[in-house]
């Protein structure tokens, strides 16, 4: 039985279809993310789930139990808000104990002080319990809203862009941790955020959503592999994308001609609807599936495609160097491992070089 | 000696820049206490005023007006507690419920500042006298309902033209209640009762005592709505005073009157002022 | 109370005048000021009155001037007139005593002139300036008070007596003494009876229930009305000078009450009358005076010297209702005014009134017996 599902579920604000017609299943004890630009429903959805929110048509369900009517006190669920919301009039202890405290039958004071140690020694702030939230650092924060939410061993934990407001690397920590956490905890979370990398690395399942309804469902991998589009291809990393129309159609392969008449082939995304001739499309190359070399040298090896241009710039991304090239093809990113041999120190600004890439390392993709 | 120039300098820029609100907290505050407290030890001029003496008379005769000092006594806190008891769920109403046209209800609030107090609590008075509510009500078959001139009439009075100095002090509290926690506190099981308990009411807790200052400190000296809805039968500290220096003439007891009610009124606040100290102290909220 | 009624008392509340002495001041907001009669869309135009400044201050009673009469000075004179009203005699002397009061023109009731004099509050009038005064149209009885030692302070404006108003269909016992006043106050209608937040009146009329003077001080009298006071307390419907609109409401069925109120009333409701005790009580004359301390002398000789000329001060009389001292106003009164009975008690009920004793306004007895009474 999944632990959350979503039935053909709309919310509209005024003229806003937030929420528009969704259906879902999230599966008993996974990660899963809401990936999506702001506006797009995810943070919606998640208050759907919460009963912030109620439907205006469809049903939410958790732990197969529909939610309809159902107030925000009396579900099986607890969320980490984004702004972390600990109470400011109370300190630490008080604030992981609040959701105990209204439980019935309320627990005895000796088995809250336990329960309350217990979750403030699972987010590593033991010892924490008599201090103000705002005497604490935004991370110590954030493992108080986590204490708080998980000392109620909810059914489902809802978590709001609960890292947005963290340092970058603080942020990885506590991504690693959610991880970690949700292991050992074993109940299911759910991550709204619009950070890919955020999403793509922690989860087992990814929705990505715009304009209130999810693109595509899935594991990162199929994700990132087979696109649905050039929406969620753009979404789940950086890609170039060439655009123009279906002129060809093989069974798992589609040409594309593009606006400057070249015509280039891809094979189609295993994720993607299939294509037909005259739709407009975009083939989809990663910057990392494109080769680069300097202008008069021959291709380190033979490549379907290839074009020429000048280096534009280059940004070291640590591991990875990134060239943007203007060329045949416009604007395109190419990024190659520092220690390939083709990254070479000529190849410098305003250098002319040549680039290309196998057909098999990109996708035809939809161009919505 | 050197290093002694700068730190006198700085004494004496800081000297002078004090020295404004210095004055004017003597000019204001203190002279005029200094002169109450003079003419309360001085005696009463044969055609009225003040003549110089040195006797506790006046202060020994305070007993003379313990109805106004009992009545104020009562009234003031339970007026404060009713318009506290009425203003919070307006200020909720308005700081949480309203969406739209917040602005335009918030004038509606303050509007009847705008006219005349004497001609709003006049406006009472018909109200409250025998041909308003009382003959409505009777119209219901609630007979022999009197109003004017009882205590129920001034606190009526007092609740309608002191309830925007409870409902703003509120109503800027709850404004700035991040709503989030309120869903915070609902998402942790807690239904609205208990939210409002343990999170909204606690996080008001500094308007609140703002408001309840503010309007008790006023009804302490309140001696408009006893006269007009009152009928002279509720009388108050207040009234006490206006008859002392306007009627009678006699400023010496009316000075041992007014020093009495200024250290009532010292000892209230500072006992509101520990208390609510006490409550900040506890739940780390800053309430004054 | 319907629609007019509110509007009625609304409008009279705006022209500062709801009812006579007490309602601004007995309130406590004795320093409420009226300003009346002022531009009223009409630019002042200097005229024969030369330089008397663009503004004469009066201080006076409640619903004590016409309007229009005022209004009619400003166009002639330039000089505003700016109204404020008072309470009570008490409070007026309050205010002067404190001091650079800023009034021009008074107007005290007799038993006070002696009390201002002797301290000095008001100066010796300079009759050659009133010209339109005429010593010997008035009644000596009403205006022997406005000269102190020989030596005139005030001349005289109009007079009236302090009785009581019963609302004759329901206080069908037609009471005719202050001791039927007292006694039905205590019995058939407590609740329901108002006396005046005045120590004047309401001490002088308590004091009547035992037959002693109306400005007794004597401490054993005073004694038994305090008595009587705080035994009444509870049976009142309320201590206030503003009795008119709870008579007018019926909440209140009798009130101790002046002459002009007592038209008032009638005029709203015949079944009002007004009832002298026969005991005796309050006759009172209130008279025109000039502070010390008046910034603008000038234009207080001008304003008093308008108001006393006869046509104008029969306006004023028919706007107020209280009758005039002066033989040459009433010449020009309507019939039925000069014989109206509240107006012009019979002489058998008009016989045993006392005017109020110098001196009561600073007695200190008198002040602190009040204040327990309202105290208590």
Redesign the interface.
């Known amino acids: 039985m999944p632990d959350v599902e979503f039935r053909g579920v709309h919310r509209r604000f005024g003229p806003v279809r937030a929420v528009d017609g969704v259906s879902f299943a999230i599966t008993k004890g996974s990660f899963h993310s809401f990936l999506g630009p702001s506006g797009c429903g995810k943070t919606t959805s998640l208050r759907l789930i919460?009963?912030?929110e109620q439907p205006d048509e469809g049903d939410v369900l958790v732990a197969g139990v529909g939610m309809g009517g159902v107030?925000?006190?009396?579900r099986p669920?607890?969320?980490v808000?984004q702004?972390y919301?600990?109470?400011?009039?109370?300190?630490v202890f008080a604030n992981v104990a609040?959701?105990l405290r209204?439980?019935s039958p309320r627990p005895t004071r000796a088995e809250l002080g336990r329960r309350v140690d217990e979750a403030l020694a699972l987010v590593r702030l033991a010892g924490y319990g008599d201090r103000?939230a705002w005497e604490l650092s935004g991370g110590q924060q954030q493992r108080v809203a986590l204490a708080?939410?998980l000392i109620?061993r909810p059914t489902v934990l809802l978590l709001d862009e609960p890292l947005s407001a963290l340092d970058r690397k603080l942020r990885r920590d506590m991504q690693f941790e959610l991880q970690t956490l949700q292991r050992d905890v074993g109940i299911t979370f759910i991550l709204v955020t619009h950070d890919q990398e955020e999403a793509l690395s922690m989860s087992d399942s990814v929705a990505i959503m715009r304009d209130g309804r999810i693109v595509q469902f899935g594991a990162p991998n199929e994700l990132y592999d087979a696109p649905v589009n050039r929406y969620v291809a753009g979404f789940v990393g950086e890609t170039n994308f060439l655009a123009g129309r279906v002129v060809e159609r093989q069974d798992d392969r589609a040409s594309v001609r593009l606006d400057d008449g070249r015509v280039l082939a891809a094979p189609l995304s295993a994720g993607g609807p299939g294509l037909a001739v005259g739709e407009a499309a975009v083939i989809a190359v990663r910057p990392e599936a494109i080769q680069l070399w300097p202008g008069g040298d021959p291709a380190p090896t033979p490549l379907d495609q290839m074009f020429e241009g000048h280096i534009e710039s280059r940004i070291f991304l640590g591991d990875q160097i990134e060239f943007a090239v203007q060329g045949d093809l416009g604007r395109i990113l190419a990024r190659a491992p520092k220690a390939a041999i083709s990254v070479r120190g000529d190849l410098v600004p305003d250098t002319p070089v040549r680039f290309g890439w196998e057909n098999e390392s990109a996708l035809a993709l939809a161009d919505v | 000696m050197k290093r002694a120039g700068p730190g006198r300098r700085r004494a004496i820029v800081t000297a002078l820049l004090l020295a404004p609100s210095t004055l004017w907290f003597v000019a204001l505050l203190v002279m005029p206490l200094v002169v109450v407290l003079v003419f309360s030890l001085g005696e009463r001029a044969p055609a009225g005023g003040y003549q110089a003496g040195f006797t506790f008379a006046n202060y020994l005769n305070l007993p003379a007006r313990l109805t106004a000092f009992t009545n104020t006594l009562t009234l003031a806190p339970v007026g404060t507690l009713l318009c506290l008891v009425f203003a919070y769920p307006l200020a909720y109403f308005l700081a949480v419920k309203v969406k739209r046209a917040k602005l335009m209800l918030l004038v509606l609030v303050i509007l009847p500042f705008w006219t005349s107090f004497l001609l709003r609590t006049y406006a009472w008075i018909i109200l409250l006298s025998g041909k308003g509510i009382p003959s409505w009500l009777a119209v219901v078959g609630i007979e022999g309902v009197r109003l004017i001139n009882t205590p129920t009439a001034v606190l009526i009075g007092i609740v309608y033209g002191y309830l925007p100095l409870m409902v703003f002090p509120i109503y800027v509290s709850l404004e700035r209640l991040d709503k989030r926690l309120l869903e915070a506190a609902a998402d942790l099981y807690a239904d609205p009762i208990a939210t409002f308990r343990r999170v909204t009411l606690p996080l008001s807790l500094p308007g609140v005592v703002t408001g309840c200052l503010l309007v008790f400190i006023l009804l302490m000296g309140e001696y408009l709505i006893p006269q007009l809805l009152g009928g002279g039968k509720v009388f108050f500290i207040g009234n006490a005073l206006v008859d002392l220096f306007l009627q009678s003439r006699n400023w010496p007891f009316g000075s041992a009157v007014a020093i009495a009610l200024v250290v009532i009124m010292i000892v209230a606040v500072g006992l509101a002022t520990r208390w609510a100290k006490h409550q900040g102290a506890t739940r780390e909220v800053s309430l004054l | 109370m319907n629609k007019r009624e509110f509007l009625y008392h609304l409008r009279r509340y705006q022209q500062g005048s709801i009812s006579r002495r007490q309602f601004l001041g007995a309130t406590g907001l004795g320093v409420a000021s009226a300003v009346l009669a002022t531009e009223l869309g009409l630019r002042p135009r200097r005229a024969f009155a030369g330089d008397i400044g663009d503004r004469v201050s009066l201080c006076t009673w409640p619903s004590y001037h016409d309007p229009a009469n005022l209004e009619v000075f400003t166009q002639a004179t330039g000089a505003t007139v700016e109204m404020t009203v008072f309470g009570s005699n008490e409070e007026m002397m309050a205010k002067l005593q404190a001091g650079a009061a800023g009034y021009d023109v008074l107007v005290p009731t007799n038993y006070t002139i002696r009390d201002y004099a002797s301290q000095n509050l008001i100066q010796p009038l300079d009759l050659a300036q009133i010209p339109n005064h005429d010593p010997s149209a008035h009644d000596t009885r009403f205006t022997g008070e406005g000269a102190v030692d020989g030596t005139v302070y005030a001349v005289p404006k109009d007079w009236g007596t302090t009785g009581y108003v019963i609302n004759s269909s329901e206080v069908t016992e037609g009471p005719t003494t202050w001791k039927e006043f007292w006694d039905l106050t205590q019995t058939t209608h407590s609740g329901r009876v108002m006396v005046h937040d005045y120590q004047l009146t309401t001490i002088g009329n308590a004091l009547k229930y035992y037959g002693y003077s109306f400005n007794s001080i004597d401490a054993a009298e005073l004694a038994k009305a305090e008595e009587l006071l705080l035994a009444v307390k509870p049976h009142l419907f309320g201590i206030n000078s503003d009795y008119k609109p709870s008579m007018l409401s019926g909440d209140a069925i009798m009130s101790i009450c002046w002459t002009g109120d007592a038209v008032q009333l009638r005029r709203e409701n015949a079944a009002m009358q007004y009832v002298l005790g026969r005991e005796g009580g309050e006759i009172w004359t209130d008279f025109y005076a000039i502070p010390a301390d008046a910034p603008n002398v000038k234009g207080a000789y001008a304003l008093i010297d308008y108001l006393v000329t006869p046509d104008i001060n029969a306006k004023e009389v028919l706007f107020h209702g209280y009758p005039s001292t002066d033989a040459r106003t009433n010449a020009l009164l309507p019939k039925e005014l000069l014989e109206d009975p509240i107006l012009y008690p019979a002489a058998e009920v008009l016989a045993p009134l006392e005017f109020g004793a110098t001196g009561l306004i600073t007695n200190e007895a008198r002040a602190e017996l009040f204040a327990r009474f309202k105290s208590a």
């Not at chain 1, 919301?85 to 300190?91: E, I, R, Y």
């Open positions: 919460a009963g912030f107030p925000a006190y009396r669920v607890n969320m808000f702004h919301a600990l109470f400011p009039h109370l300190d609040f959701g209204q439980r103000r708080r939410a109620n």
